[in-house]
């Protein structure tokens, strides 16, 4: 039990590297594209000093949260989904607030390490319209002036592209015309891909929405980002600083966290370090987010 401890204090101070399950005849991928790292304190603001000295697993030397950048790519008979499409080929820094640093850039070489091309993709659903999910989808590809899922859907929430006055408002009004052309509004129950319905979930962002993804008798969801880090499985009524409605999400991650604890139930959390898919046990032995291959 303590080496199995030690192997996954390592995977909560690493990004996450390709991962992939299978739902019966559904794969499902999660696409690296690069790391980010947070300030606990200024992202989670209900914890404490106390806390994070508790929990020195989760952060890097500088201690900072760890957390991943990336996509999840579900295949299911010769097609392809992609959800999310990282930050893009950037880095940012930021000297105060909750982001320290992110970068991206990895994607396009994950997807072919999983044997996959951009014109494979036929849809990316967007959970909401952060930079860091937008990336590729308005970013250029490398060697051309178009990005590199132009030719496919780009699948939002209808009440999160209805108010994409806030985006630009926030200074994305160059991604926003990016998207328009591409952009399909999918409502909430709605089935964009076989075996994956939408379901709206709002309070990180107006319209923020969660995929729920069905197979060989288990569900994925992917719960973008209604929980940022792991820890706050154990603690659901700590809401993130960059979170629209915190005390909505609270609400919300209270129930998600109950669900996921449902046998057959298994969660994806897009910005976890390596520990990307899991289950949760409500046992109180350990934290009760676990690995899914731990």
Not at 113 to 126: I, K, M, Q, T, Y
Not at 156 to 181: C, I, K, Y
Not at 226 to 247: C, E, M, N, R, T
Not at 263 to 289: E, N, S
Request: with cysteine.
């Amino acid at each position: 039990m303590a080496d199995m401890t030690v192997a996954q204090d390592v995977r909560l101070r690493r990004p996450a590297g390709i991962r992939s399950i299978r739902l019966g005849d559904t794969k499902v991928s999660y696409v690296p594209d690069g790391d980010v790292r947070l300030r606990p304190l200024s992202l989670l603001q209900d914890s404490t000093d106390e806390v994070w000295a508790a929990h020195p697993e989760y952060l890097d030397p500088a201690g900072h949260l760890v957390g991943s950048v990336g996509g999840l790519l579900v295949e299911h008979g010769g097609r392809a989904l992609l959800i999310d499409a990282g930050f893009g080929p950037q880095a940012h820094e930021a000297p105060d607030g909750p982001l320290a640093t992110i970068q991206g850039g990895a994607l396009l070489r994950s997807l072919a390490e999983l044997g996959r091309s951009p014109e494979d993709v036929e849809a990316v659903a967007f959970t909401h319209l952060h930079a860091d999910h937008l990336g590729w989808a308005c970013h250029p590809a490398p060697g051309g002036d178009r990005p590199a899922f132009a030719h496919a859907a780009y699948l939002v929430s209808e009440p999160e592209w209805e108010r994409r006055d806030l985006l630009v408002a926030q200074g994305m009004a160059e991604q926003v015309a990016a998207l328009a052309p591409r952009v399909r509004t999918v409502t909430d129950g709605e089935e964009v891909f076989p075996g994956v319905r939408v379901r709206i979930t709002p309070g990180h962002t107006v319209g923020h929405a969660e995929y729920v993804i069905t197979g060989g008798g288990r569900r994925l969801i992917a719960f973008g980002d209604a929980v940022h880090s792991p820890l706050q499985i154990d603690h659901p009524a700590w809401s993130s600083g960059f979170d629209h409605d915190g005390d909505r999400t609270a609400g919300h991650r209270h129930r998600l966290v109950a669900e996921l604890a449902e046998p057959g139930t298994i969660g994806f959390g897009v910005h976890f370090a390596d520990v990307v898919f899991g289950h949760v046990r409500q046992d109180g032995d350990g934290p009760a987010w676990r690995p899914l291959d731990a």
